[in-house]
């Protein structure tokens, strides 16, 4: 399994836009990706212009992230970038899958 993770500002007064923004155009994109699993969007307690956003989205392969990478992210940003404000830090992280095998369970259940 592969995560990607994303690290950003959103925007205080923008918060909830962009949540209705990811529900509804976002994750459908994600989720018409070949090999897609899950994204997890992490909000701060507390919402301030120095705190971000982290959202981790899980792929089968790296393969696959590297698909949706190239073939859809810019679409995904295109959408929430009227929420965001300055750069997306991405990271890609292997998932090791033996220590967390409950959650791959659930995860493929």
């Avoid at 994750?27 to 899950?38: A, R, T, Y």
Wanted: charge should be neutral; glycine fraction near 2%.
């Amino acid at each position: 399994m592969f995560a990607r993770i994303l690290n950003f500002q959103v925007k205080e007064e923008k918060k909830e836009e962009f949540v209705k923004l990811f529900k509804n155009q976002v994750l459908p994109i994600l989720k018409n990706q070949i090999g897609f699993l899950e994204v997890l969007p992490f909000f701060p307690e507390k919402m301030t212009k120095e705190e971000k956003v982290c959202t981790v989205s899980l792929w089968a392969t790296k393969m696959d992230a590297e698909r949706y990478e190239r073939e859809a992210y810019n679409k995904a940003y295109d959408i929430l970038k009227p929420c965001i404000t300055g750069m997306v830090e991405v990271k890609n992280h292997n998932l090791e899958t033996v220590i967390c095998q409950h959650f791959v369970e659930t995860l493929v259940a």
